[in-house]
């Protein structure tokens, strides 16, 4: 990025409303069935069919808007948004337009020094089918049609061109998307289409107040790529801005093999949608014990509880973050910090030993079989010093496989602490008879060698000798010896 140059960037997010119905029918919103099988009159667009709006669509639509602290209009129109696409059969999607469900609003991100990142609008739209260009024998002649994502709910959220970067737009859409799933309303899941991203950006000469002429990049589905294509975009602008050329707006793809965006259409090309108000649709009022409702059932927001994890907790900022990655690993920590007795160690544990099995195993925090208090169980045999850290990692392990608890397989496989100083101070003279050259060293005055003796007796007691004692009972030793 040429440093004369400064990036000013605004996204449209389009995240799907977990609803089990679509927005004006009660077909299925269910991911995966086969093409064309939940569809009726309404979201195919047959003549004659009527739409009635999901009230669980509005009611999540204003969840999203109250944790983004919008203003929920009081009263929104739905509009005709005119367009010819294959999969959009009625020719038209019912949307907003001039009076959205909500206006305002921000978030903020730590990129850019803390940046505030405004919001313009959320507003509820239909999704359009989806054209399917591969997967069949004659993929290079046809265009597939399933029609089943017709008629599922949408908002779209419209941000302020207040981001300066592309790592900024990265993280605001993570962090948006983080929000959207902690409060239910959107799963997040980007491959599936669920949660997609235009980004609008334009370059500018450094200290220039007025923008510059913007390009946006259409449907982008995942963090990494709209980082990587609007920094291909600012670097093209850039070039054309230093080669003396004139950047066009225009809509550009983004092709991810190649790591590079293309023009999809200029703003000659693109469509005058000829918004008009649904005559079918009245509006959609939102009295204020509608919006106090739905604020009832907000969460606890992820930004509050990360706050509170340190300074309830005394956890460090790190921590608290990675633990409210998701509202259910939260809960999860909460609950185990809670039977535990101890939050720093309970962090530990689940950061660590928990989070490394779910990454190998490919699983979420949703699928661990393992109980909190169950983890909680093996944390406070660690803390009275019943077993050591080395030996509660494995039993960890077996009680992730097995369901048994930490008091059971420790009493079964007989791993519970040594703590009798007779058979320590046997381990330990018998790892000095043989590792002379170590002790000699020692009593040289190179004390380095005193931790690789440490490791010898916990290695000859398989894991089990007391740190504690050991270290007190071998230090006396050497000192006899020196």
Partial sequence: MNDRYEPVIGLEIHAQLQTRTKIFCGCSTAFGAAPNTQVCPVCLGLPGALPVLNRRAVDYAIRAALALGCDVQPASIFARKNYFYPDLPKGYQISQYERPLALGGSLTIAAGGGRLVGLTRIHLEE?????LHEGFPDSDRRTYLDFNRSGVPLIEIVTEPDMRSAAEAAEFFERLRDILVWIGVNDGNM????LRCDGNVSVRPAGQQAFGVKAEVKNVNSFRYIEKALEYEINRQVDVLESGGRVVQETRLYDSSANRTFSMRSKEEAHDYRYFPEPDLPPVVVGADRIETVRATLPELPEARRQRFVAAYGLPEYDAGVLTQSAELADYFERVAADAGSPKAASNWVMGELLRTLKERGTGIGEVPLAPRALAGLIRLVDRGA??????KDVFGKMYDSGRSADEIVAA?????????AALLTIVRDVLARHGDAVAQYCAGKTATFGFLVGQVMKGSGGKANPKRTTELLKRELDRQG
């Fill in 387 to 392: 077993i050591s850290s080395s030996v509660a």
């Fill in 191 to 194: 491959e599936e289409g669920s």
């Fill in 413 to 421: 496989d007989g791993l519970a602490q040594i703590d009798d100083e």
């Fill in 127 to 131: 999704d359009a089918g989806k054209s």
